[in-house]
C-alpha cells in the first residue's frame, strides 16, 4: 500500500508509524525518515522557509517515485507526508516510511525514495532568513549526486 500526502498541517510520526505497521501484516522491518527544517548551519540564520508545490502533480511524482523503489525492493508498504507553507526551523518537513520483510530493503528503499523526493518532486523552497532577507533554493549538486548513486546499481 502507497500512501502519500501533502499538507499544510504537521504530522505526528507515531502515529504514522501505527498505520503503517497495522497494514504491513508480518514485516520484519520499519524504516522511518523524518526531515526537519534546518536553520543553524548558515549565516544569516534561517527565520522560516516557506514550500510550494503543484497540487496533485506533485503527490502523482511522488507516487511515481515510489514505484520506481518498487521495481529495485521488496517493500510491503509506504507512506511519505510532506508538509507545504510556512515552517518554522525545527519543524517536521518530510515523513518516508518503509516496511519490508527485511531491514535492507527498508533501508535502501526509503534512502532512494528520499534522494529522489529532494531532486524531482516538484516543489520550491523560498528561505526567508532572520536579517529580512530572502530568496528562493536552487537545486544543489549534491542532492543529484546522491541520485545518481542509484543509477549505477
Not at 505526528?12 to 508509524?17: H, P
Not at 528503499?109 to 530572502?134: H, N, V
Not at 542532492?143 to 549505477?152: I, M
Request: proline share 3%; with cysteine.
Amino acid at each position: 500500500m502507497i500512501y502519500v500526502a501533502v499538507q499544510t498541517d504537521g504530522f505526528n510520526s507515531n502515529d504514522e508509524e501505527i498505520k503503517l505497521e497495522a497494514s504491513s501484516g508480518h514485516c520484519g522491518a520499519i524504516v522511518t525518515f523524518k526531515g526537519v527544517v534546518r536553520g543553524y548551519d548558515q549565516e544569516p540564520r534561517l527565520d522560516y522557509l516557506h514550500l510550494e508545490h503543484f497540487p496533485g502533480i506533485t503527490e502523482q511524482e511522488i507516487e511515481r517515485i515510489i514505484k520506481q523503489a518498487q521495481t529495485r525492493w521488496q517493500f510491503t508498504n509506504c507512506r511519505v507526508i510532506h508538509r507545504v507553507g510556512d515552517l518554522a526551523v525545527g519543524d517536521p518537513i518530510v515523513l518516508v516510511m518503509v516496511s519490508a520483510r527485511h531491514r535492507k530493503e527498508a533501508f535502501q528503499a526509503a534512502e532512494f525514495i528520499m534522494d529522489y523526493l529532494k531532486t524531482e518532486a516538484p516543489f520550491w523552497k523560498k528561505e526567508y532568513f532572520q536579517d529580512g532577507r530572502s530568496g528562493w533554493v536552487e537545486a544543489k549538486s549534491s542532492d543529484t549526486l546522491q541520485k545518481q548513486r542509484w543509477d549505477s546499481k
